[in-house]
């Protein structure tokens, strides 16, 4: 899997993650590319020669949000507010996109540390969508 960040570390925060030394530490990230802004669009999958598509990796996320709800009342309560999939794609032939890691609302980060600007624009568009259930649920 191709990416346009790297993560360092110094010294202190290996030793933290070992267990030694001070704890909560953060990684500094240094960014190899920055021509354009990091987000999903069809000159990104070209880019990276991954044969995928944006509308593929939208099907896909939308299927495993479904799949998930299907199950929300008794387990994902949470999930009917709002979730985060962090979806990243495999390296083997043939190429997919699979889910990395299920994030709920209430601890997804927004990554306003290294989103192109503005910065809140996932904020943003988690609020409009807070704000809208909200709504539905009080009318209800």
């Known amino acids: 899997?191709?990416?346009?960040?790297?993560?360092?570390?110094?010294?202190a925060a290996?030793?933290?993650?070992?267990?030694?030394?001070?704890?909560?530490?953060?990684?500094?990230?240094?960014?190899?590319?920055?021509?354009?802004?990091?987000s999903a669009t069809e000159a990104t999958l070209e880019k990276i020669d991954c044969g995928l598509s944006l509308s593929g990796l939208r099907s896909f996320s939308t299927t495993v949000v479904d799949d998930l709800l299907d199950d929300w009342e008794e387990?994902?309560?949470?999930?009917?507010?709002?979730?985060?999939?962090?979806?990243?794609?495999s390296p083997f032939s043939p190429r997919s996109f699979f889910v990395n890691e299920v994030t709920r609302w209430y601890t997804a980060a927004f990554f306003s540390d290294i989103l192109a600007?503005?910065?809140?624009?996932?904020c943003e568009e988690f609020a409009k969508a807070f704000t809208m259930y909200l709504s539905k649920i009080s009318n209800s």
């Open 75 to 89: 387990s994902f309560e949470s999930l009917k507010v709002g979730v985060r999939l962090d979806v990243a794609i």
């Open 117 to 122: 600007e503005p910065k809140y624009t996932l």
């Open 14 to 38: 290996k030793d933290a993650m070992k267990g030694k030394g001070k704890r909560g530490r953060k990684r500094k990230n240094t960014v190899l590319e920055a021509d354009e802004p990091e």
């Open 1 to 11: 899997m191709e990416t346009l960040r790297k993560h360092e570390q110094s010294g």
